[in-house]
């Protein structure tokens, strides 16, 4: 994503540059054609503007373009527009039959080919993890729908929307992963937008079978449950129509089992604290404490280390030791760690003839931010 972003950087300079030198010279095929193409250009850089450059906007007088790419590759929303735009825009454009039609086709066309190749990404399976990231934020720290497509991630404002068509394929992808619950709350404020006529990015009769569907399927599945999944409401909806009314599974699980230590319940407990929420009770709390470390490493009884206990629990304890890397090797550690990232690949399962992903990942060894 880094790279996809350095790479557009420049794409995004070049696509605009064309565009204000040819695109008032006359047309050279049907004047329809000429606009839809013209059309499509200033939606990109519409898009690239309300979202990249929205987002680092205070930063473009002296910056550096890998810190900016940075930025860009790990905000959820700002790469999700970004495999959007390749894969709706920028990979159409590449197409020979844009080639001699008129200067501005024809320039945008040859520049990209010298550029990018469609082979190098993103992929459709690109597009699919992109949403993906959005639906695991979703619901792994409980957000809204709502606040998310307007920019807002855990309280903090990104200033970077999500339109009614992106709400209405988050929806769609999120029901086929069986996450229902945010499925459908995508669908459904995909389908208020359309109501409320903010946005007409989405035809309403798409978004609201996509939605009836989505529930028919959810209550179809949650009665082959046996009520412990959470990614289901608690009732089908059918029985609860009202979305603020609609409980979760994940939502009571979360208020019976939240402060239960045994090990069946980690993963609810793990919903909280990505919330921020403490499970410690106060007797806990009484036995954790700060220190200067000098006994682990004969260099600290030069210079002790500053040390934290977080967590008591018999054969879990968690300690943090502050300030043993400086800011400098830490810089360093990230640079030798991005030069050597290669994606992670799906490799075939001969017997099954079904392809898996690789179970080696890179990143687990590096240092990334």
Known sequence: LKALAQLEWTIYRNVKQFYDTYSSQPPGLTTQAFKNFSNGIKMYLQDFEETTIKLIGSE???????????????????????????????QPWLNDSFSGQNQLMTRMNSYLNQVYKRADG???????????????????????????????????????????????????????????????EWLEYALYLVEMKFDVTVEHEDAFVELVTAAIVHDKEHAKTIGYEPKFFDKPINQVSQPEVRLTRKAIQYEAFNMKTETN?????????????????????????????????????????????????????????????????????????????????????????????????????????
């Open 265 to 369: 319940f980690a993963e609810i407990n793990f919903w909280g604290i990505c919330e921020g929420k403490s499970h410690q009770t106060d007797q806990e709390k009484s036995r954790l404490f700060c220190w200067y470390e000098h006994t682990i490493h004969p260099s600290f009884l030069i210079s002790p280390v500053k040390s934290e206990l977080h967590s008591a629990f018999p054969k879990i304890e968690i300690v943090q030791y502050h300030d043993i890397i400086n800011d400098e090797i830490i810089k360093a550690l990230e640079n030798v760690t991005y030069s050597n990232l290669v994606r992670a690949t799906t490799v075939k399962n001969v017997p099954g003839d079904r392809v898996l992903d690789a179970r080696k990942r890179q990143g687990v060894h590096g240092w990334i931010s």
């Open 122 to 184: 993103p992929h459709r399976e690109d597009f699919n993890t992109a949403m993906f990231a959005i639906i695991n934020i979703h619901y792994m720290y409980d957000l809204s729908a709502k606040n998310i497509a307007e920019g807002y991630l855990d309280g903090l404002s990104t200033g970077i929307i999500l339109k009614a068509s992106d709400c209405y394929l988050i929806g769609k992808f999120a029901i086929t992963l069986k996450y229902f619950t945010i499925g459908i």
């Open 60 to 90: 473009l007088p002296n910056h550096d373009p890998a810190k900016l790419a940075e930025k860009v590759a790990w905000n959820p929303l700002t790469s999700y527009h970004m495999v959007a735009r390749f894969l709706a825009y920028i």
